[in-house]
């Protein structure tokens, strides 16, 4: 297993206080606070394949604030990336890593975070979000949605 943060299954550099990916392993949460990240924000489900059911008690141990925010796959809820968008301004002076299982829907939060709430044009923050996937109809009307709701 590699040292490098890189490593990590679908690892994206955002800007210099955001990263995002899939599910870290365990050995890997050491680099992430080696990296100088803060605060954890995990989007999967416990109980997915892949998920560490340790997860809150590994990243405190570190240092690391841990906050949880499950969303599920094809039940999506505006309130979820609502508390999202609430929980990245609240720590927007602090280095922060957010990850699901496959980064997915960390993908499309951040891409509706940066566009609504950053100013980021809405090309620019999709480029990122095709770098990781081409959500499908589901997301999709849930980006629809959330433009509709916050814009």
């Known amino acids: 297993m590699g040292k490098q943060i890189e490593s990590i299954y679908n690892f994206l550099q955002i800007s210099n206080l955001i990263a995002t990916s899939g599910q870290p392993k365990e050995e890997q949460f050491s680099v992430v606070k080696n990296s100088g990240y803060q605060v954890v924000i995990n989007l999967g ?4 394949s892949g998920a560490l059911s340790n997860e809150k008690q590994l990243v405190n141990s570190l240092g690391m604030e841990y906050i949880h925010i499950p969303v599920i796959w094809d039940k999506l809820e505006i309130t979820e990336f609502s508390k999202f968008a609430s929980v990245m301004q609240a720590n927007s002076d602090k280095k ?12 499309i939060f951040m891409y509706l975070f940066r566009y609504l709430y950053q100013g980021i044009t809405q090309e620019d923050a ?7 996937w081409i959500p499908n109809d589901i997301w999709q009307q849930f980006i629809s949605e959330a433009i509709a709701k916050y814009s």
């Open 96 to 107: 922060v890593f957010v990850h699901c299982i496959a980064n997915k829907r960390v993908s």
């Open 126 to 132: 999709e480029k990122d979000l095709h770098r990781i």
């Open 45 to 48: 489900l416990i109980s997915s």
